[in-house]
């Protein structure tokens, strides 16, 4: 469902598997939330789309989920699930 919101221009910032199929470290997208920049996400870059599946989303540090708004000029960044030990 689209934003009742304008698009704004955002940084989407990959971290570990996320960069890896992504290629890419970074890149700007315009999107009014969470969701639309993952639908964008998963449009640009093929082998994306099974890690948007699982990953976490913050917007400027603050976890968020796909329904919320992405304010101009903020930072998206893209955490798949991380393994420990």
């Not at 990959?14 to 996400?41: D, F, H, K, M, N």
Request: aromatic content about 4%; cysteine-free; overall charge negative.
């Amino acid at each position: 469902m689209p934003s009742a919101h304008l698009p704004a221009e955002v940084t989407v910032r990959y971290w570990a598997g996320a960069r890896a199929a992504a290629g890419i470290e970074s890149e700007r997208v315009a999107a009014g939330t969470v969701g639309e920049v993952i639908e964008q996400l998963r449009d640009r870059h093929t082998g994306l789309g099974p890690v948007l599946a699982v990953a976490s989303f913050l917007v400027d540090g603050v976890a968020r989920d796909r329904n919320a708004d992405v304010p101009a000029g903020s930072t998206l960044e893209v955490l798949p699930p991380f393994a420990g030990g």
